[in-house]
């Protein structure tokens, strides 16, 4: 059972999109996947009711106040993807980062987007499975425009951190819409959301190897 933790303490960093496009793709792959949804808001729990007449549908866990989330998941979960609660810096996600084998950051492209980060990210750096790098942590730019000059000196600052920028993914309003439906970037297969799904291959490798 492979988990991947979203993470990250600034609200609307895309926490939700990553998380429920991550179980989608591992859905769609096969896989007997979970969404432990430990965000008080259940925006990842309403997306898999959504989702639940779907072959590829994915089982919706609540974790919100519950320490004991793992006893809910089924004996034959083969993918586990949590999504995080807003705001929650290291100290409050003790149990999943201490079952996860990957911890995936969303980090919007502005400085005062990455300097709210930053608090985050130290609390990380103290967690003894990250300090010793038994437990891989990596960024993801989301909503990134790469054409614009923000864009690109938000990437240039973040990879002068210690954590590796794995992926951008390009702002497009087709995250919100296919939220709404249930659906993910991988539902579809037209050239335009192709295009889209190859800016999440490097972030699919990685989570691969972790």
């Known amino acids: 059972m492979k988990t991947i933790l979203v993470a990250s303490s600034k609200g ?35 997306w898999a009711e959504r989702r639940a007449e779907l072959e590829s549908a994915v089982l919706p ?11 809910w998941l089924p004996e034959d979960a083969e993918r586990v993807v949590v999504d995080a609660p807003a705001g929650a810096m290291a100290d409050d996600l003790g149990s999943f980062l201490e079952h996860a084998d990957a911890v995936v ?27 010793k790098r038994k437990l891989p942590v990596g960024l993801v730019v989301n909503r990134s425009k790469p054409w614009t000059n923000a864009s690109q000196q938000a990437v240039e600052m973040l990879k002068t ?15 919100v819409v296919m939220a709404g ?14 295009e889209h799904q190859a800016d999440w291959e490097p972030l699919l490798k990685w989570i691969k190897k972790a």
Do not use: C, M
């Open 12 to 46: 609307g960093a895309g926490k939700t999109t990553l998380a429920t496009n991550l179980a989608a793709y591992f859905a769609l792959d096969g896989k007997r996947t979970v969404l432990v949804d430990a965000d008080p808001q259940h925006s990842s729990t309403r």
């Open 161 to 175: 951190w210690p954590y590796p920028v794995i992926t951008q993914l390009r702002d497009t309003q087709a995250y």
């Open 181 to 194: 439906l249930g659906r993910s970037l991988f539902d579809y297969r037209s050239a335009q959301v192709r």
């Open 61 to 71: 866990i609540d974790a919100s106040g519950r320490r004991a989330w793992r006893a």
């Open 105 to 131: 950051v969303p980090v919007l492209p502005s400085a005062l987007d990455i300097e709210a980060t930053v608090g985050f990210l130290n609390t990380l750096a103290k967690v003894p499975r990250v300090h």
